[in-house]
């Protein structure tokens, strides 16, 4: 069974910076792909960004490319997502999730373990 934990979330003005976390322990860390979701308010879970189990491989959403960046760090069991030039839009809870698989994927259903989330907040 993994755990995971996210943090580093908070309120920002537009334009601004966060940097979230995601602490991952009860599995062996560097064989899984893992990722980050978001959940606005009324709205479905939104795939942000995703990284392989190395770590050399990662894709993202075309909403946040170029903006955010996310990375893995296998010898401390962390996950990163990196957030710049934050927007309104970028307000919600954001969920870090492990696959059983090395490969990065975008796809909810591929994910079997989740994080309960840490809120992001953009104001114009």
């Known amino acids: 069974q993994v755990q995971l934990v996210e943090s580093g979330g908070g309120a920002v003005q537009a334009g601004g910076s966060l940097r979230l976390s995601c602490a991952a322990s009860?599995?062996?860390?560097?064989?899984?792909?893992m990722g980050w979701f978001r959940q606005a308010p009324e709205k479905d879970r939104e795939y942000v960004a995703a990284?392989?189990?190395?770590?050399?491989?990662?894709t993202y959403a075309d909403s946040v490319k170029g903006r955010f960046t996310i990375s893995r760090d296998n010898r401390q069991n962390m996950m990163y997502l990196q957030m710049n030039d934050l927007k309104p839009e970028d307000t919600a809870v954001y969920y870090c999730?492990?696959?059983?698989?090395?490969?990065?994927?975008?796809?909810?259903?591929?994910?079997?373990?989740w994080g309960h989330g840490t809120q992001v907040t953009v104001s114009s």
């Open positions: 009860g599995r062996y860390f560097g064989r899984n792909s």
């Open positions: 990284v392989s189990a190395s770590g050399g491989s990662t």
């Open positions: 999730a492990v696959t059983p698989n090395p490969h990065t994927s975008s796809r909810p259903s591929d994910y079997d373990a």
